[in-house]
């Protein structure tokens, strides 16, 4: 089944454009004008990504983003008319994984919407080089990406699991947060560390018990003592 976007949008000059040159490499679309709908379309029929607006009547965009990013990791392409660097890493650290500035070329965005899809849908991999982690009572399954913590599986999202998969490999081992950014968000995120502090709250309030710890003016490590 092809990936269906959601496009939340008031210009409708934007929404036929942006519209067509995604139809026409063959991913299914939801337009809608306001944040309000995009929520109601989140509820019904979630798409795989969005492409989102800031301007927008009613509710903005960075308010819709942030909603969406605290139940999801799905991806988010922000487009605005607002280019100062301010606004892009607010757009960014309220969750947003790419930023574009109006006006922009509909071939560039269908290129970030792909470029961003390959590298947020896991690759399959070859069930006999995938090696199950097991630290404490923390069990991680690699192939299936699940996650139980004293038995208990835990819903986490994307991220987090790519967060704590890092921390479960690399017991004890401190990384910066600059680090964190690189081997969790990749290499050509935009954005300030912020970002990693946000996401280890968020472990830290599904997990309370996970010795996740603060490495003062540094970073994070998963701290397990050794028998």
């Not at 991913?27 to 989140?42: H, K, P, Q, Y």
Request: a negative charge; charged letters at 35%; proline letters at 4%.
């Amino acid at each position: 089944m092809s990936q269906h976007i959601g496009i939340v949008e008031d210009d409708p000059n934007i929404q036929n454009i942006v519209s067509a040159f995604l139809k026409k490499e063959g991913f299914r679309v939801s337009i809608l004008d306001t944040a309000e709908a995009g929520i109601e379309l989140w509820k019904d029929n979630p798409p795989d990504m969005w492409i989102l607006d800031i301007m927008l009547p009613g509710m903005d965009g960075y308010e819709f983003c942030k909603k969406v990013r605290n139940e999801s990791d799905v991806p988010i392409i922000i487009i605005s008319a607002k280019d100062e660097e301010i606004d892009k890493i607010l757009g960014l650290e309220l969750g947003g994984d790419d930023y574009l500035t109006k006006p922009f070329s509909p071939r560039e965005l269908v290129a970030r919407v792909k470029r961003l899809f390959k590298r947020t849908i896991p690759v399959e991999l070859d069930k006999t080089k995938q090696v199950n982690v097991s630290v404490g009572p923390l069990v991680i399954y690699k192939n299936d990406r699940r996650l139980f913590w004293d038995g208990q599986e835990q819903e986490v999202t994307t991220k987090e699991f790519d967060m704590i998969l890092l921390f479960a490999e690399n017991v004890n081992r401190a990384f910066s947060r600059e680090e964190l950014l690189i081997k969790v968000w990749g290499e050509d995120y935009y954005g300030s560390d912020r970002a990693v502090d946000d996401l280890v709250k968020r472990i830290r309030k599904k997990i309370a018990d996970m010795p996740l710890e603060t490495v003062w003016g540094y970073g994070y490590r998963l701290r397990f003592d050794k028998d």
